[in-house]
């Protein structure tokens, strides 16, 4: 490093004494005059001023307020009503089938429930069951699943991934589907029940497909070789998860709805982001515009109780809901709306009386040097 | 640059001349240099290894080999393996580039070619293949192959020339002669290769001027000293040919021992990073921590519960090992709080300000078409710190040109230039100058603008004629004629060739001179002097003279010297010219020229007679010789007459005052450390202002004991320190170094310095130097340079810049923070060891104010958005660690961590820290205390570290909870659930990438069209990468590793969703804005003030700059300092360096007058040193 020096001395020598060569190296070695190089780039430079911030703050006060109360009342008008079917209490009519709860028993426990509605919900209503304290989103259940499989991969099929272990294998066969997720699918059967005030109970019909997205329907869940209707055929090598009662070919009795594509079990299959948590169970469509889609009066919610929450201390419940252009009833947005509307332009103001009592506007005057 | 570490343990070093077979026992170094570190071979192994030693890629490996074992992996392995694969590779391949050009410039120099005595014949060897031992032979401008000890040269008495500018910086000639017994052997091959002397000397150490060793030859012992070496680096001049003997070689060399070793700089900030790292890592492991002991609860009281649903695969897994397991996980998880990217990013961005200060055309030197280089690429940020400078000076302030400005010639000035009105006419460039063409002899180069002297000479004025005649005689320079009329002078002051030359172009042309005569060529006609006797120069003296005998036979004395010792010694009657031109004297040095004062004397030829013998006798006196010659030389330079006096301008580099001050004003203390003496060095100060007549007291340090200097300093300290606590009484509650309205200069000597820089001293010394405004240290060696900047280093912690142009300065560059180099002027020596280099010390002045404070600025906002972005991407995964039972469950999409830092986020801030500018760079200029805040390290800092790692923590918070909270019901507009994992990714990743967009939207000043195609460019891109990633395709072909199909259609496509994005975004930035609003309107900052007054203008439009222009105010009286050493007029009037008149151009034909030398074509008539030929 230092010595190399030398020869670059000798060769400036020889540089300066040829004016050719000393003409051309200039213009070679001279850095170009283009305002990129030159740091010279024109640039809008924003400077953060009471013309700027001040109105900020009062335009997002003033847009975020309306917004605010118009989520607000869209919220409102949505009609809910939940049932907590859990059973935990003595007083509860499904107590006993959540106490004598076991895998293996064949017979289905049953429980009703009666409510009564007090208003009559318009237009469609949709059915949710609803779970709380069930760690859907736990690492290890979230990952013990595999997407190949439930996209109909026959290689999947017969030799799951190693995600789903333990629910792997059972007895040398391959579990269809795999997977912690899939083994914990929820599977009480609600059905609903209008009571005339007469007496007569009408069950309210119940539709149970269009209830998973489009996307997870048609691109991401497909059953083995779907060019083979016999789904029997397809799963035969194949063990039912260890929790299920009945194998995954024998969910629904619709070929379009059965297997993989099941709705219920892609709606299950999409894990929920927190603990507590509601997923759509069924669609009850509007008839006519006469009549309410379920009106005012007395209701018995049928529970076929398959699913145990006890030891968890996790909850059940029934939700049934109207829908808005935000979705379903969610006060959170609107209040939160109203809150931040609000204290940007309360701090607009403060900010506005700061900076006429005490901001300095000109004060650039006093630079040093 | 490696040391070798065997000379330490050799004590005494033993040389054979002609036996390689005996000087090989002693394994000495060879001549080969070796500076590169890698080959072929070791490159990988060694870069690999030196890579990992780094704490970040040691820490990313550790991640990879975590993510390898399935229970901890919480991430994929491509998340990590990604980045660093990209940031090993890069670095491999700037590490290999280095290499190779260390490599190739090895090559070259271990390739030259010397010619070598081997067996009796001179063969040409490479460099790398001489041994210690070896006879060399070196001819005239060669370079130095390796130590040598001198045998014998082409020159009577076994004399040659050496240039040392690459060793010392000094450029004048230097004379090294032969011991008689070797010079006899002249260059007869035969008696060379038979000579078998040996030396005994000491070891290899770094010593320049010392050396001290022995020869013994056919039973005879020679003491050798320092004046038979020629070192390494040194050329050879005026010197047809010599011989020498390899002493030390290669590394041993005192050349390279002199290099320093070459230390890795970090940066401040760096260091600060690393801490920074650190102490996340800590935090990092912290959070692991809590939420490890969150995951043990979490299993005993709820997951041993939640058996149902979720087993593990072994049921011997308990709790704690449950718990121990997710602390992995979540370091893997939460490591992106520790950016990969950052270290990469930090290098590009250095890179990017190196290369815009390689593109700067205002530090482009055009005389000499050099641009600036930023040689080092890690550094840049520290240039908007540096708090000291420390400079050399010949080269660096000045260029080294002594040109002949003024005079005073009986109580008249020449040298002005007044127009019709009799107003005094700035000289520039343009200013027509005087026509010298009635002289066939004159220099071309020479410019003077005053026409009037040129007419008093032609009116044939006897005092001018006089004064001329003066400076054509009394000097000790050598001429050299190589074709008629084309006179080289070789002097060894540059003082005294520019005296020379201009009595030359004003007709007085000295031509030749021998032993006991001098030439001139008077107006056109030769006429010879008797040299009867020079009365050299010499410190105590500071004055020379000559005593000719004119071809009419009369005796005279002609004198020059400084003022003050030339004026006690004046005639009476000359009492009234003295102070006319002690006036003149005074105008002269306020303008910061070096003055002269001559004077003559007729002698009578008895008086003379007489005092001839008795210096006849006193020179051969045995004892107190010295003494005894000078009380003759003081005796007979009395009574002189007054001639007038000299003004030499040292010229300065243009610039220099001005770069000076307006460093000074951003608060940057500049020491000048010099090899020169002292007065030229306050000269110096005074011209660049950096000494001022107004400065209270100038502390001159010069003791040569420790006690004196103790002494000296504490004095001062004392004197100083009262002051300090007067003016502390003042003002007591500002800092004290701002306070001291007293400014006080610092001039310290080199041997004193020698004694102040011993550990006792040490604090002392730093104290004093403190508190003054000015330091300048003079007769300095380079290794004293590098420890003066090592105790400022040591005891200020602040950064230092030096920066000078020579060899000298190497060690110095070497050490400060950041090394300077001037390129372009004494070889390259500075510039290779520098970390920036350009041709014009002003430069500097850009190079920190602008470059460097906008580097700073880039870099400190840079690192402050990339923490806050990576606390707020990160920390969503421990709010999120409370809802999903401490799993370690992501919030995002695998994808979208390994892509957010190194696409969606990076070219944003990228081009924030490439080409953000708060204040530009006029205003820069304008306002120098802008660069305040980067010396007190303002912009980034641990506690700004804090304050946006917090931001990073509350936006985190915010990003994570409204969603979470506008999720806990929410679902589709069609009633499907939406309160899904990967609806919730989606929701959160995209208020993120928006979030950090917005911000880094405020925190960018200067919106090019670069920051906008970024900006919107990289949200584009996100949105662009996630439906692409979330498309039916990509998940047909891998539907395990895009499982996310189809999630950003069925979430964006909701209000709700854009509802919640809205909101996040409001919360996190509002905030903010009005925090940083506040701020800057209560309390602005120098910045924010510009900013606005910039603002302001430009909505004016451009106006006229105002230049700052420096006054210099000096009124000192610049005492004469002759630049050479004593010695030389007894060269002359010996005859010993008069070449006897036989050989002479013939062996150079192609001789070239400026060959070897930089194009300074006016400096190389001081620097070369030629024969004279008749």
Redesign the interface.
Known sequence: MMASSYSAKEEDGHHSGSAGLGGTAIRTRKPDNTAFKQQRLPAWQPILTAGTVLPAFFIIGLIFIPIGIGLFVTSNNIKEFEIDYTGTDMSSPCFNCSQSFSWNSTTPCRCVLFFSLDQPFESNVFMYYGLSNFYQNHRRYVKSRDDSQLNGDERSLKEPSKECEPYRTNENKPIAPCGAIANSMFNDTLDLFYIDPNGTQTQIPFIKKGIAWWTDKHVKFRNPSSSNPNLTAVFIDTAKPVNWRKPVYELDTDPENNGFINEDFIVWMRTAALPTFRKLYRIIQKKNNMTPTLPRGNYSLEVTYNYPVRSFEGRKRMILSTISWMGGKNPFLGIAYITVGSICFFLGVVLLFIHHKYGNRNNSSDIPN | ?KLNFSSALEEERHVRANDRDYNERFSYADNR?K?AKYNVFTFLPINLFEQFQRFANAYFLVLLILQLI?EIS?LSWFTTIVPLVLVLAITAVKDATDDYF?HK??Q??NT?QSQVLIKGKLQNEKWMNVRVGDIIKLENNQ?VAADLLLLSSSEPYGLCYIETA?LDGETNLKVRQALTVTSDLGDDVAKLADFSGEVICEPPNNKLDKFTGTLCWKDNKYSLDNEKMLL??CVLRNTEWCFGLVIFAGLQTK??QN?GR?KFKRTSIDKLMNTLVLWIFGFLICMGIILAIGNTIWEQK?GS?????????ELTINAVFSGFLTFW?YIIILNTVVPISLYVSVEVLRLGHSY?I????RM?Y?RK???AEARTTTLNEELGQVEFIFSDKTGTLTQNIMVFNKCSINGKTYGDVYDEFGHKVDITEKTPCVDFSFNPLMDRKFRFHDSSLVEAIKLEEPLVQEFFRLLALCHTIMPEERNEGELVYQAQSPDEGALVTAARNFGFVFRSRTPETITLYEMGQAVTYQLLAILDFNNVRKRMSVIVRNPKGQLKLYSKGADTILFDRLDPSNEELMFTTSEHLNEFAGEGLRTLALAYKDLDEDVFDEWMKKLLFASTALDNREEKLGALYEEIEQGMLLLGATAIEDKLQEGVPETIACLT?ANIKIWVLTGDKLETAMNIGYSCNMLRDDMNTVFIISGHTMLEVQQELSKDKFSSGLDMEKTELYSSDSVFEETIIAEYALIINGHSLAHALEADLEQILVDVACLCKTVICCRVTPLQKALVVELIKRHKRAVTLAIGDG?ND?SMIKTAHIGVGIS?QE???A???SDYSFAQFRYLQRLLLVHGR?SYHRMCNFLCYFFYKNFAFTLVHFWYGF???F???TVYDQWFITLFNIVYTSLPVLAMGL?D?DVN?QYSLR???LYRPGQLNQLFNKRKFFTCTLQGVCTSFILFF?P??????????????????????VTIATSLVIVVSVQIG?DT???????HFFIWGSLAVYFAILFAMHS?GI??IF??QF?F??TA??SLN???VW??IL?TT??CI?PM??V???K???Y?T?T?????????TRKQGPQEQNLRRVRRTSSRRSAYAFAHQQGYGELITSGKNMKVPTSSTSTYPLY?P??????TSSASICKCFRHQKH
């Open positions: 640059t240099i500076t399935p919480s260390r410039s090895d070259q120099v030259r370079f690459e390494r680096g050349l390279m290099c070459t709820v519960d939640f058996w149902e649903y979720l087993q593990w695969k996980s815009f390689n593109w700067d055309r482009y055009s078409a050099t641009p004003l060899a190497v372009g070889g390259m020596q510039v290779l060891a906008w809802l999903c039972g799993s370690a469950q080409f500018q760079e306002f120098p205390n409204i979470y909270g506008a999720f806990m019901t929410a679902v589709r507009d069609d009633g499907a659930h939406i309160s899904d994992q990967q609806t919730f990714a405020l000043n200067y919106w090019t069209a670069v920051n039916d998940f047909t539907p395990n499982p199909i189809g259609r069925n909701q209000k709700i509802l919640v909101l409001v919360v509002m804005v009005a940083r609003f506040i800057a309107d209560l602005p120098q924010d003030k510009v900013r606005l007054l910039q603002q302001a070239s400026t060959r070897g030398l930089t194009g």
